[in-house]
């Protein structure tokens, strides 16, 4: 069974860091894109930031200059490092990968069960 677990979130003030960790395990054959999610109370779901097997990045505009996503391939991970935490960055963040299984010629969107990131004005 392919799994993603976060973890890293909390409580923090406005203006202080987090660093979200996300691993993934289970029988994995590659990983393609990898991304952090957050949805806030009563919002739908927005992807915060998103990097491909090669590195590249993308970001959404309320994190740009603040947040920075990286990976690390031979761990399988995936992390985010947010500074400058606003309240409004207040929501639970999920990891998300595409994720191709052993045995598999597709590959599958997979999500962790998210982590919630606090901060407070």
């Known amino acids: 069974q392919v799994q993603l677990v976060e973890s890293g979130g909390g409580l923090v003030q406005a203006g202080g860091s987090l660093r979200l960790s996300c691993v993934a395990s289970?029988?994995?054959?590659?990983?393609?894109?990898m991304g952090w999610y957050r949805q806030a109370p009563g919002k739908q779901r927005e992807l915060v930031a998103g990097?491909?097997?090669?590195?590249?990045?993308n970001y959404a505009d309320s994190v740009k200059g603040r947040f920075t996503i990286s990976r690390d391939n031979a761990k399988k991970m995936v992390y985010l490092q947010m500074n400058s935490l606003k309240p409004e960055d207040t929501a639970v963040y999920y990891c998300?990968?595409?994720?191709?299984?052993?045995?598999?010629?597709?590959?599958?969107?997979?999500w962790g069960q998210g982590t919630l990131v606090t901060v407070s004005s």
């Open positions: 990097i491909n097997s090669g590195g590249s990045t």
């Open positions: 998300n990968a595409e994720v191709r299984p052993y045995g598999s010629s597709r590959y599958l969107e997979v």
């Open positions: 289970g029988p994995i054959f590659s990983i393609n894109g």
